[in-house]
Each structure stands twice: as C-alpha cells, then as structure tokens.
C-alpha cells in the first residue's frame, strides 16, 4: 500500500490525464486483488496464481457458472476453460501447458485423490498426468 500511494503521488501530472472514475476503478480493482491474494507468510515458497472472477464487475464470455451443492449446501461456482479447443484466445491457458503439478497436501485418502486426479489429467490429454500429481507427504495434524 505504501508503495502504491507513493508511486500515485509521484506520478499525479500522469494521472490526470485519464478520467477519474477510471483511476478509481483500477484502485478498487487492485485493492480486491491485494486482499485475496493475501496469503500467510508461512507458505511464501509457495508460487501459485490464483484466478479472481468478478461477473457482476467484469464477465466473460468463457466463464461458465454452475450450482452445486458441496457438503449439502448449494453454491454458485464458476469454471474456467483451460482448453485450447474452446478458442485461439484461450491457446496460452492450455492446461498441458500452464500446469506444473498438482501437490496433494495432508489427507487420509492421498492415493485416491492422486489417481482420481491423474484420471482426469489423462482424459484431457495430459500424458505425463502420473510425473505431474504428487503427494505432499506433510501428516495430517489433528
């Protein structure tokens, strides 16, 4: 934050030059990323992206949403395309080609998540689905 108001007063001539609810727009914007993107210090090595999806503020014509229900309770969820087959423009969100791997972290049912998701990632053409799901090996707090 500190930088970002540093960085706004030192470039106010600039900014000027664009309309004021727009400035106030990407501020907004930039300040919900900020907040969901926080993450807590203890797992800093870790290098994820996250997708942050707004339909109401911003649609998008790849965005499909669903209901679902998860542990009895309904919910909206929405899903990404990671399928170059769905558009040219979605080419670079490939899965085979963002996806790094996939960590199973602590859970007594490891070896099922890991084939149930090797399962998926062979039946969207990831041939290499087994090197790419890992578990974790962290034991399960209680």
Wanted: charged share 20%; with cysteine.
């Amino acid at each position: 934050m500190k930088w970002a108001i540093e960085s706004i007063r030192a470039e106010q001539q600039f900014l000027r030059g664009y309309d004021r609810s727009a400035i106030l727009g990407m501020a907004f914007t930039t300040l919900i990323a900020a907040v969901v993107s926080l993450k807590h210090e203890g797992f800093a090595e870790e290098a994820e992206w996250r997708a942050i999806y707004s339909p109401a503020r911003t649609p998008s014509r790849f965005i499909c949403s669903d209901t679902v229900v998860i542990d009895g309770v309904p919910q909206v969820i929405y899903k990404l395309p990671f399928d170059k087959t769905v558009s040219p423009e979605i080419v670079p969100l490939d899965i085979a080609s963002v996806l790094d791997r996939v960590i199973i972290g602590p859970t007594q049912y490891a070896e099922a998540m890991k084939q149930a998701f090797v399962s998926v990632l062979q039946g969207v053409g990831i041939a290499d689905a087994e090197d790419r799901v890992v578990v974790s090996g962290i034991p399960i707090r209680t």
